[in-house]
């Protein structure tokens, strides 16, 4: 129980960062969308479906932070980003491969 109490602490407080981070520009690295801001998308864009009930990480939801929240909205209106994501797939994926 120790070692999950400090990996969901050290997670929540990364996602506190990223969050204030993103109080002060569009993207990680300020207006110009990169591949680290792709990452970033493609792993919140499963928290609160997933990570949040399966993995138990379940203290905030992406939706909780302002300013996750409207990046990953921001990201999701990115056409081709929209269509990489099937949400169908991803739940079945982790609820089935990770039991």
């Known amino acids: 129980q120790g070692a999950y109490e400090e990996a969901v602490g050290q997670l929540f407080g990364a ?4 969050d204030a981070l993103l109080a002060t ?3 990680l690295t300020g ?3 990169t591949w680290l801001d792709l990452r970033l998308f493609h792993t ?4 609160d479906p997933v990570y949040h009930t399966h993995f138990k990480c379940n203290r905030r939801r992406v939706e909780d932070y302002v300013h996750l929240r409207d990046f990953v909205r921001d990201v999701y ?3 081709p980003v929209r269509r990489s994501i099937n949400m169908r797939h991803i739940k079945m ?4 491969s990770h039991p």
């Open 77 to 79: 209106q990115i056409e």
């Open 44 to 47: 919140l864009v499963r928290f």
């Open 93 to 96: 994926h982790y609820y089935t």
């Open 15 to 18: 996602l506190d960062r990223l």
């Open 31 to 33: 207006d110009r969308l």
């Open 25 to 27: 520009r569009r993207y």
